[in-house]
């Protein structure tokens, strides 16, 4: 099974590094996010220093949300998604694999977002291993999570409109867990980094059996 | 506002909004059965409503 | 529910209409005990009778929505093993969700009239407020997913399916939030705790669940009975179309 689903990465991969679309135009429209929301804030630098664990986050969920609807996209236009189901993969490598996929996309860039924040809003890194855990932790919640439900509003007409409704309250937990614990990190706050952590690597677990156990009944629909 | 003020509307609200859901219900009802055939001329008898606004 | 539809109103039968009677009766008296009869409270005042409603919906929308996940559960069971098989409880899935957001809003609205006045704001960015709005829009974006077009089957597994989730993510969420904010009034009535409110106004709260209860029960009847009839609208209307067209090639050939 893991075999299947590095393949399916792979594939996923392979199509991102010819279209460079995650460096090429997810990862600057993430940073204008940064900039935009200084906008918001009327450069009001201590707001947002306070608020720079919170924004990083929701600028994932942006640029994230693209590249799920993309992931996806990806399949159905060419009618992939047949061709998935009638080869011998299995659905929960399938899973596996495109969250995969997602997850090295989104890691690529929070990589740009990192610098974003700490130059743009001038925050000091003060744990790095907090900081880096609980990115993984958060960007694994948030690829099993949009991959699940990704494949929910796939193929569906009104799927650009209809995910980000959908993956949105999912991923609150993520996002304020995410927020929470990147606000410790960068010194802000100086609470329970950990176990803001740890509750997304939960919740990644979670939907990681959720999806196992359930993405075969949703390849199974045209 | 007032805290009788709060009251009534949150109550005038929530039946409001229970009874425009119960007709509606009740008049789709009527409107998909009349496009499948089945009988009815009756007009909408106010006994199948589930609640009247309160009288307050 | 499995009667055939009367003729004259077309989601009635005999026991609803004795069911919606004693809804508008249990209403009445819900309105006179809680509007009239029951005290106001010594700290705030005429304003806890807004929670007579308040907590009732917030209790059968989470009632609804367990109904939801278990019909959706059994749907998919039943689903797998016949083609057609379980659609009585995608049906209720759908209808039980519906009533569940209708109440969910009353719960918000209620809740923001009630916080206006005893805190002074519409809002609290608190645990119990923020997961209800979390719950609110998520089965927002479930009846959003049920009204998109696409077979019976496979759309009653992808809500089905969406159904089951979001009840697992429920906790997740409620933990999360509630461990980020504990401002919320704590909870009046809990299964093992002496109820904060005493007397009357714990009366008059538990007979208003049962009032609300009935209401819901009677909306989720009727809920159901149009889906079905839309459904067998659909049918008809599908299996015309199969007609006519079968009639074309006999006249063409």
């Known amino acids: 099974m893991l075999r299947e689903a590095l393949l399916v990465a792979r594939k996923d991969l392979r199509v991102e590094w010819r279209s460079k679309v995650t460096l090429g135009h997810v990862a600057p429209l993430a940073l204008l996010i940064l900039v ?29 949300t693209l590249l799920i609807q993309r992931a996806f996209d990806v399949e159905t236009e060419d009618g992939n998604f047949d061709a998935f189901r009638m080869s011998a993969i299995g659905a929960p490598s399938l899973f596996l694999g495109k969250s995969l996929g997602i997850f090295l996309q989104v890691v690529l860039l929070e ?33 099993v999570c949009g991959v699940l439900w990704g494949a929910m509003a796939a193929g569906l007409r ?65 | 506002m007032s805290e009788v003020t709060t009251v009534v509307a949150g109550w005038g609200l929530s039946f409001i909004v229970v009874v425009t859901y119960a007709l509606w219900i009740v008049g789709r009802g009527k409107t998909v059965g009349r496009e499948l055939g089945i009988g009815g001329q009756e007009e909408l008898d106010s006994g199948s409503d589930s609640s009247t606004p309160a009288d307050v | 529910m499995t009667q055939v539809l009367g003729n004259k109103h077309m989601t009635a039968t005999p026991a609803t209409r004795v069911l919606g009677v004693v809804a508008l009766v249990a209403v009445l008296l819900m309105a006179l005990l809680g509007l009239v009869v029951s005290p106001a409270d010594v700290v705030q005042g005429q304003a806890v009778r807004m929670l007579y409603l308040h907590v009732p919906s917030i209790w059968i929308a989470y009632g609804a929505f367990v109904v939801t996940s278990l019909s959706s559960a059994l749907f998919l069971v039943r689903s797998s093993r016949r083609p057609d098989g379980g659609r009585h409880y995608d049906r209720l899935a759908g209808s039980a969700a519906e009533v569940g957001v209708v109440f969910t809003g009353i719960t ?13 704001t519409y809002w609290q960015w608190d645990a119990r407020l923020t997961t209800t709005v979390l719950l609110f829009v998520t089965y927002l974006g479930y009846l959003a997913l049920r009204r998109l077009p696409a077979d019976p089957r496979t759309r009653g597994r992808r809500a089905a399916v969406m159904a089951l989730i979001s009840f697992v993510n429920v906790p997740i969420v409620h933990f999360s939030v509630d461990w980020w904010r504990t401002l919320h009034q704590k ?40 889906i079905r009839l839309e459904e067998m609208r659909d049918e008809e209307a599908l ?12 006249v063409q050939a």
Do not use: C, Q
Request: aromatic fraction near 12%; proline fraction near 3%.
């Open chain 3, 187 to 226: 909870a009046s009535l809990s299964v093992g705790r002496r109820p904060e409110i005493t007397g009357e106004m714990y009366w008059t709260l538990l007979y208003s669940t049962l009032a609300v209860t009935i209401v819901a029960i009677w909306l989720i009847v009727h809920r159901y009975r149009v």
């Open chain 1, 158 to 222: 009104v799927r650009a409109t209809l995910l980000p409704l959908l993956l949105v309250p999912v991923l609150a937990p993520v996002l304020l867990a995410g927020s929470r614990a990147f606000e410790t990190a960068l010194g802000v706050r100086a609470e329970a980094g950990w176990t803001w952590t740890s509750l997304m690597f939960v919740i990644a677990a979670v939907h990681t059996a959720i999806g196992l156990g359930t993405f075969g009944f949703l390849l199974e629909e045209g």
């Open chain 3, 239 to 250: 299996e015309a179309l199969i007609a006519s067209r079968l009639k074309e090639d006999d």
């Open chain 1, 36 to 64: 935009v929301f200084a906008f918001a804030f009327d450069a009001n630098a201590r707001l947002l220093e306070l608020g720079a664990g919170g924004l990083y986050w929701v600028a994932v969920l942006f640029g994230g």
């Open chain 3, 108 to 120: 918000l609205a209620t809740g923001m009239l009630w916080g206006r006045v005893t805190w002074g």
């Open chain 1, 111 to 143: 990589m740009v977002l990192v610098p974003g924040i700490a130059l743009l809003y001038n925050v000091r890194i003060e744990n790095w291993v907090l900081l880096l855990s609980a990115a993984v932790g958060g960007t694994l919640a948030f690829s």
